[in-house]
């Protein structure tokens, strides 16, 4: 889609579109269609990174919730949506040896056990051996710092999804 037809889009269409750039939150499309038109891909980001940071902690907390583990079991059991399918196989998570995935799945749990949130990373860009590394020095973190961390790679995410739906090159 040009700009041009993302901006006369009506918000049905819109939320079609868009409604899975930030994963299984399709409130935030679904709020900022109401600022079109849109210039670029980037206005259109930066309005959905607006609406993400004026969103209240327990709102941002939320959207973390909503994203599937790397290597979890809903990624086992083949039950994840095409974009996020797409960005682990692109970090290499289908290629774990059974010690990484044993200890990515611990990492995940003691994570999620002290933050009551999961570890979100921008898996487009980093490899496994990153997505480790981001685990074992993020779980360090104070539940402030990693709600603000996890967000910007939800923001990150979200970039790679919008340039997947909108042409630039006009
Ligand atoms: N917990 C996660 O970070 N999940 C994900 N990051 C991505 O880039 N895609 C995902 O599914």
């Known amino acids: 889609h040009s700009i041009q037809q993302v901006n006369e889009m009506k918000y049905e269409e819109f939320l079609q579109v868009f409604g899975n750039v930030v994963e299984h939150c399709a409130l935030c499309a679904a709020a900022i269609w109401a600022h079109r038109p849109f210039y670029n891909v980037q206005e259109l980001h930066a309005e959905l ?14 959207i973390l919730r909503l994203h599937p583990d790397l290597a979890g079991r809903i990624a086992q059991l083949g039950l994840l949506t095409s974009e996020s399918k797409k ?33 979100v990373i921008c898996a487009r860009d980093n490899k496994k051996h990153a997505i480790l590394t981001g685990l074992k020095i993020r779980i360090e973190n104070t539940s402030e710092v990693e709600v603000t961390t996890g967000v910007e790679e939800v923001k990150k995410i979200m970039m790679y999804r919008l340039l997947d739906l909108v042409k630039t090159d006009n």
Do not use: V
Not at 50 to 58: E, K, R
Not at 87 to 110: C, F, H, K, V
């Open 49 to 62: 990174c607006h609406f993400i940071d004026n969103l209240p902690s327990i709102g941002r907390e939320g």
């Open 87 to 119: 960005e682990q196989l692109s970090a290499g998570l289908d290629t774990l040896t059974e010690d990484e995935r044993e200890t990515i799945m611990d990492l995940n749990e003691r994570y999620k056990e002290k933050f009551g949130f999961p570890f």
